[in-house]
């Protein structure tokens, strides 16, 4: 729970390899799904693969958020996963690893089309990003 904000939890596929062969992440989709729904609480957009005209989980993409109202409790969330792949891809076993976060947010403007601003939690690994007044 963030302190006066909400959250957010987002992810990121990297390539599927095999061996010398890949496949990139735009291949492989996702729809993601809220599993305890409450006020405040949303799932994050349907990410298309790239075979869908969609960028994939290339680039992180919302699982989903919480505002202020949302944010307090536990979420289960879950996601349906699209891979497609071309026609005749090499054969083989691929293996990839999708990365799933949670940040901070502060919600800054309640504006249609305004995103909220993101901090990381601090943790060995990254640092505070300083959030504007």
């Given at each position: 729970?963030?302190?006066?904000?909400?959250?957010?939890?987002?992810?990121?596929?990297?390539?599927?390899?095999?061996?010398?062969?890949?496949?990139?992440?735009?291949?492989?989709?996702?729809?993601?799904e809220?599993?305890t729904?409450?006020?405040?609480?949303?799932?994050?957009?349907?990410?298309?693969?790239?075979l869908?005209?969609?960028?994939g989980?290339?680039?992180?993409?919302?699982?989903?958020?919480?505002?202020?109202e949302?944010?307090?409790?536990?979420?289960?969330?879950?996601?349906?996963?699209?891979?497609?792949?071309?026609?005749?891809?090499?054969?083989?076993?691929y293996?990839?690893?999708?990365?799933?976060?949670?940040?901070?947010?502060?919600?800054?403007?309640?504006?249609?089309g305004?995103r909220?601003?993101?901090?990381?939690?601090?943790?060995?690994?990254?640092?505070?990003?300083?959030?504007?007044?």
């Amino acid at each position: 729970q963030a302190a006066g904000g909400g959250w957010q939890v987002s992810g990121q596929s990297s390539d599927l390899t095999s061996g010398t062969m890949t496949l990139g992440s735009e291949h492989l989709g996702w729809t993601p799904e809220v599993l305890t729904p409450r006020t405040g609480l949303v799932a994050g957009a349907t990410v298309p693969s790239v075979l869908d005209g969609g960028p994939g989980l290339a680039d992180p993409a919302s699982l989903a958020s919480a505002d202020a109202e949302g944010r307090f409790g536990s979420a289960d969330l879950t996601a349906d996963l699209l891979l497609e792949v071309p026609v005749d891809p090499p054969p083989g076993t691929y293996r990839g690893t999708v990365t799933v976060s949670l940040f901070s947010v502060d919600w800054v403007d309640d504006t249609p089309g305004v995103r909220p601003k993101v901090g990381r939690t601090p943790g060995p690994q990254n640092q505070r990003i300083p959030r504007e007044p």
